[in-house]
Structure formats: structure tokens, C-alpha cells
Nanobody
Framework: QVQLVESGGGLVQPGGSLRLSCAAS????????MAWYRQASEKERELVAL???????GYADSVKGRFTISRDIAKNMLFLQMNNLNADDTAMYYC?????????WGQGTQVIVSS
């Protein structure tokens, strides 16, 4: 199993930036893949960015060029740098770990983009 704890959300103005963090309870190199999802009010949860343990990454079209997923292997941390935020990015953001047949989720961190 793996426990995930997100942090870094908050209120930001349009055009601003936030950096989300996800702390994992064990080595992220031993986790097949980790990802950031988000869920806006009355919408389905959607994949934002994914990183395989090889380091390969993928992004949703809506965030390409604005968001960057990264990790700190030594600290077992996953990050999501979010730039040029807009109102459509308002959502609860969740960290996910994919370990073989198991999925693990954090509790989420709220991001609100508003002037």
C-alpha cells in the first residue's frame, strides 16, 4: 500500500501560478506510475498529468504548455507546477498512485482560480 498526502492548493488570481505537492509513504520509484487528477464541481474526475516510474510524462490537452509534472525521488514527492491558471482550472486536485492492479488516492487539495 501507499499513502498519499497532497498540499499546495489555494486561491489564486487568473494568470497566476501554484505548485501542488504529493507526499508518498514509500519509494515512488517502486510505484508503476503516479498522476494528478482533478474534479470540478458537478463534473467527472479527469486526468491532468501522469508520470511513469521511467520518468515519461503525459498531459491533458487542456493543460499542455501550462502545467508540469515532476518528482523528487529522494523525498518521495510528486509535484504539479501550474502556470497561467484560469477559471477552468478550479477544481479539487488529487494525487494518484498506480501500483500494478491497485490504485491509491490522496485526500485532495482545492484550487480556486478567481479574481
Amino acid at each position: 500500500q501507499v499513502q498519499l498526502v497532497e498540499s499546495g492548493g489555494g486561491l489564486v488570481q487568473p494568470g497566476g501560478s501554484l505548485r501542488l505537492s504529493c507526499a508518498a509513504s514509500r519509494s515512488i520509484l517502486r510505484i508503476n506510475a503516479m498522476a494528478w487528477y482533478r474534479q470540478a464541481s458537478e463534473k467527472e474526475r479527469e486526468l491532468v498529468a501522469l508520470m511513469h516510474n521511467s520518468g515519461a510524462t503525459g498531459y491533458a490537452d487542456s493543460v499542455k504548455g501550462r502545467f508540469t509534472i515532476s518528482r523528487d525521488i529522494a523525498k518521495n514527492m510528486l509535484f504539479l507546477q501550474m502556470n497561467n491558471l484560469n477559471a477552468d482550472d478550479t477544481a479539487m486536485y488529487y494525487c494518484q498512485a498506480r501500483d500494478f492492479d491497485s490504485l491509491y488516492w490522496g485526500q485532495g487539495t482545492q484550487v480556486i482560480v478567481s479574481s
